[in-house]
């Protein structure tokens, strides 16, 4: 129940095995066994609501209960400076430009999980001000909200940047009028060559006034997309040139780029560091906890939290996480998707939390994943198979069992007496889950079944098999697609070598497709008690991997395909 209470609700059975036997090592060589008596217990507690778990701990063991909270906090290491603010704040703040991947899952789940290991507050705040390049797009708000969800990231409060527009005019407005900005009216050629040069922009020594009204003219209308860029002064000569009196508002030509949640009504759009500068101080953000590329963002925005009094938030910057194998990369994934080469963002080929949720990856898999790596400054690269192999630890004890065949044999078993009903778990290891039937039909000494198109090697050799949880046969020989096999006898200790092959009764097939990691279709039959699952169940196809049900349909089941 601890162990349930620390995730969410799902003890995982490897994590209480190795706990047991942690406290009572000489229990070691019974291993095997004690699997045996866990799952089943850990199957009843998960069936248990997060309330009730803490409810009947609270009351039999309370003093576990603290032991094991506090061993959580020691998890991740402590923010800097936690102790000098009253309330810790921290917030994530995806552009809905495109949904969550692996790669951001990072800062939404680091911010979210120090913001509960303090007791704090976890904002989510849209960062939606760029309606030219970076352009938002109604879904991606709530496909964001859903990816934060399923992570168990759930948020205290929402902030929508395109609501807090007035805001940033008013800070654009102070920074003005104190000199400490200016509007400068360079054609991007010339700025580059000043910028090079060190040398200043003519426009930034204009007195408060000029630069007041020219700022008015920028939010009036009289300056078309391009012909005018506020800045923020910083230093002609910083070392980087990144850093030399950044952009702070642009004008936009809201006809042509209109704002899909506020339409046309703003024409001057706050630049990143203006509006996400503003809102950490407003909001009251104490720890910013984001990837390290943000680091000249933040040189950029102490300028002006400088000239305005504020402190900036404690800063944590963490490495950047790649994953062997695939695409992370925001712009590649979006100008693949507009292209056409993927036809939705949870497409299986991608690496966002869309496409994972769809192939059925847990979200403790990416939770454990991202606690395992911390916040650490140092880039971290994982491997596909790190991954699958954490996914594959989480679901195997959970997920129902079901025969599938792909690319079917039509195999005719000869040598019956009678028809056979036949009971098969649902899952290998824990009998409570419950049974499947199957029914081999006989007719005249002989039953149709369907065996994998993926033994086919095996079934060419004349070598004899065993049927799952049926009996042997011995393969007689193909015609075309066709086989022949003979009844051979019950299953025996000597027969304990050959293959074991999955199989699907003729009569009872049910159509199936599994879309496979790389967007192809797997077709074939599983037998007929798939049926019973729900859309989103997580299963395993013996012999064949995990996934999860899509759709269920009479006419086909679709199968999204996890891993082996
Ligand atoms: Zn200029």
Redesign the pocket.
Known sequence: MLNAIKHDGKADPGSVLGNLLGENPDLKPKAKEMMQLVRPVVVEVNSLSVEELNREASEKWPEELVKEKVEEERKLPPLPNADKYSQIVTRVAPNPDFVLHIGNARAAVLSHDYAKMYKGRFILRFEDTDPRLKKAQLEYYDIIREDLRWLGCGWDEEAIQSDRIQNYYAVGKTLLSKGYA?V???ETE??RA?VAAQTP????ELGVEPQVSRWERMLDGGYKEGEA?F?VKTDMSHPNPAIRDWPAFRVVDAEKNPHPRVGSKYRVWPLYNMASGVDDHELGITHVIRGKEHLTNMARQLFMYEYLGWKYPEAVHFGRLKVEGMNLSKSRMMKALDAGEYKSVDDPRLGTLAALRRRGFSPDTIRQLIWDIGPKPVDVKISWDNVNALNRKIIDPTAHRYYFVPDPIKTQVSGLQKSLEVKAPLHPQNAGMGMRTLHLQEDEGAAKVLLSGSDRAVLVSGKDVRLMGLFNVRPLGFSGNDLKVEFLGEPTKDSESMPILQWVPEEEKVPVGVVMPDATLREGFAEKALGQEQVGSVIQFVRFGFGRVDEVNPNRTTVYFAHE
Do not use: F, G, S
Not at 201 to 204: F, Q, S, V
């Open positions: 200016y400068c009216q360079c010339r700025w000043l922009c003519p426009d930034r860029v800045r």
